[in-house]
Nanobody, 125 residues
Framework: QVQLVESGGGLVRAGDSLRLSCAASGRAISMYLMSWFRQVPGKEREFVAVINRSAGATSYAHDVKGRFTISRDNAKNMVYLQMTSLKPEDTAVYYC??????????????????WGQGAQVTVSS
């Protein structure tokens, strides 16, 4: 079992930056593909960013590419999402997730075994 806890969410203005953190416990995250997803009320949870086990490969959703950066520190069992140039449409609950499968990327919600409780990010215009 892996427990994931997100932090760092909040209310910011358009154009601001914010860094989300995901603290893992229970098992070493070096065994997992790690991702960030987000969800707004009434919509499906959507992929944001993924980082492979060694942090050698990352992938991003089209609308965050160039603005968001995912990173991980396996020694600290932490995953991060640095968000810059935030837009009102980035407003959502952001979730950290762990996928035990191999490979460099996985965009499917159903393949992730462990989820955090979510962190609210609100971007005002």
């Amino acid at each position: 079992q892996v427990q994931l806890v997100e932090s760092g969410g909040g209310l910011v203005r358009a154009g601001d930056s914010l860094r989300l953190s995901c603290a893992a416990s229970g098992r070493a995250i070096s065994m997992y593909l790690m991702s960030w997803f987000r969800q707004v009320p009434g919509k499906e949870r959507e992929f944001v960013a993924v980082i492979n086990r060694s942090a050698g490969a990352t992938s991003y959703a089209h609308d965050v590419k160039g603005r968001f950066t995912i990173s991980r520190d396996n020694a600290k069992n932490m995953v991060y999402l640095q968000m810059t140039s935030l837009k009102p449409e980035d407003t959502a609950v952001y979730y950290c997730a762990a996928d035990p499968s191999g490979g460099d990327a996985d965009f499917a919600v159903a393949n992730y075994s462990y989820w955090g409780q979510g962190a609210q990010v609100t971007v005002s215009s």
